[in-house]
């Protein structure tokens, strides 16, 4: 029998893996996801952990554990947060390249300088290129439940590439939220026992991982790396189905939030969906003709359905929890308005960038994008593509 | 040496084949210079095998033997290694070196 418990994010995170109790977990604690692993080190002395629990002197040296743990032939996790990723940066990209399907839990945190412990999306984003998969949690709830599909994805064999899988920084790590918890043994049971490829201790096997490669192989090894991350999406919609067919919550590339008869989009990540969706029921019952298109999977993205469904729209607006400087708009909106280039059917698309450092973006904002997005249809006329939401101008 | 495709590689940059950079002939990037072995100079002390950063060093039952050109990139640690004494080891002049193999 699942059960409902009051969690935040952070708690929530540590239950699931409690609940996968991974071979080996190796984190550095850093604000806003220091309680993941407060709690997995708690977990751990109470007994209800077996795995390894590694407190290394750093996020780089915990990636590195994690790279050197999953070579082994581990199930290995962590948890982090903004300058704590960017600590990661140079051990990402070696995970990604050497396929070891890490799981890492981000606390999505903005960036220094100005220095913020707040939630916005700059730390991920700017590990976009990594190699890593990234999963977005609108709340608690899609947090615990996306952390556990993590392990699934990332461990298919065709897969075999590390997770991201992100929470809004105090939104979602520290609010508190009912959410449904399911049995450990069928958590365990949807996990499975993890097999290694290729693991480094299994000594009958004489190997090199990460060798030199020069300008005759590095080419034909990254193309190869490239092929894991291109092969995930039919494992994540099956993953996805399964985890709906079992506890009753399915879960594919995006979520679509009254979309059916919408002329009007607005595209948004993680936990400004919630408030994106009461914004849109209210639109909705003054009979305004909008949807909201909420991203799950950013990398891979799902270009092709995420066009399939916007190509109809009159207009859409993409907003972006980071920015991406000097760039002809924020990642999130490069992407969107890329996958649609290719349709001569397509939308107008203009892009906002909201929330930096934990700025509140409110009912009312959406509100007032939905007001830009109306006049931009009616009049076929988009005075910026580019804006910002609840900014001091 | 036939070189695989992106998809044939073993995931993850793992190399199966244990010890295959002895297909990787350095020798290949020697030029101008060579050294050259004069035997009756030699003592065996190994200071030349202990040094040469690619196993370059011919070792036959025992005793050092010459120099296998197929790794030697000319480096010369070797000559400078070699006791001022015998200098068994010297650089000489080496108008063409191998053609072909090795990383490109
Ligand atoms: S020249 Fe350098 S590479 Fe060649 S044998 Fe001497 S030490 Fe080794
Ligand atoms: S260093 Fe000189 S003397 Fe010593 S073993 Fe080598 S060639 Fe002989």
């Not at chain 1, 939308?347 to 934990?358: A, E, F, K, S, T």
């Amino acid at each position: 029998m699942s059960t409902l418990k009051t969690l935040n994010g952070n708690q929530t995170i540590a239950e699931a893996v409690r609940q996968i109790d991974p071979d080996v977990l190796a984190a550095y604690p850093i604000t806003p996801s220091t309680a993941i692993v407060e709690t997995i080190a708690k977990f751990k002395a109470d007994g209800l952990i077996t795995g390894e629990f590694v407190c290394p002197e750093s996020e780089h040296s915990a990636m590195s554990v994690c790279i050197g743990a999953s070579s082994a032939g581990g199930r290995v996790m962590t948890a982090t947060a903004s300058q704590g990723l960017a600590l990661m940066w140079e051990m990402l990209y070696i995970a990604a390249g050497l396929r070891l399907p890490i799981v890492a839990a981000i606390v999505n945190r903005s960036l220094s300088a100005p220095i913020n412990i707040h939630g916005d999306h700059s730390d991920t984003m700017g590990a976009r290129d990594s190699g890593w998969i990234q999963i977005y949690s609108e709340n608690c709830q899609e947090a615990y439940d996306n952390f556990i599909q993590a392990f699934r994805i990332g461990e298919d064999l065709k897969v075999r590439t590390p997770v991201f899988v992100g929470l809004d920084g105090f939104i979602i790590s520290h609010s508190l939220e009912v959410i449904q918890v399911e049995d450990d043994d069928k958590i365990k049971k949807f996990v499975g026992e993890y097999k290694p490829v290729y693991p480094l201790l299994d000594i009958s096997r004489k190997m090199t991982v990460g060798p030199i490669d020069f300008t005759d192989y590095y080419f034909e090894h990254k193309r190869n790396q490239m092929e894991g991350i291109e092969n995930a999406p039919s494992v994540i919609e099956a993953v996805g189905k399964e985890f709906g067919q079992k506890f009753g919550r399915e879960y594919g590339f995006f979520e679509e939030y009254r979309m059916d008869d919408a002329e009007l989009c607005i595209v948004v990540m993680s936990s400004a969906a919630g408030t994106c969706k009461d914004a849109v029921d209210e639109l909705r019952s003054d009979g305004k003709r909008i949807g909201l298109l909420k991203p799950r999977i950013f990398r891979p993205f799902p270009y092709e359905k995420i066009a399939e469904t916007l190509k109809k729209m009159k207009a859409v607006a993409v907003l972006d929890r980071s920015s991406s400087p000097g760039a002809f708009g924020a990642p999130l909106f490069t992407e969107v308005r890329s996958a649609l280039y290719d349709y001569a059917e397509r939308p107008y698309i203009v892009n906002y960038v909201y929330g930096l450092g934990g700025r509140d973006i409110k009912v009312e904002h959406f509100k007032e994008v939905a007001l830009k997005l109306e006049k931009i249809a009616e009049t076929g006329k988009v005075e910026e593509t580019y804006g910002y939401i609840n900014l001091r101008e | 040496m036939k070189k695989e495709t992106w998809k044939e590689l073993t995931i993850g940059t793992i190399n199966l084949d244990a010890g295959n950079s002895v297909k990787n002939l350095t020798g290949t990037w020697r030029s101008g210079k060579k050294p050259q072995f004069i035997e009756e100079k030699c003592i065996q002390c190994f200071f030349c095998w202990l040094y040469c950063p690619h196993s370059a060093i011919l070792v036959e039952g025992g005793e050092v033997k010459g120099i296998n050109y197929d790794y030697c990139t000319g480096c010369g640690m070797c000559s400078v290694e070699c006791p001022p004494k015998e200098k068994a080891i010297i650089m000489v002049k080496e108008e063409a070196k191998l053609a072909e193999g090795g990383a490109e």
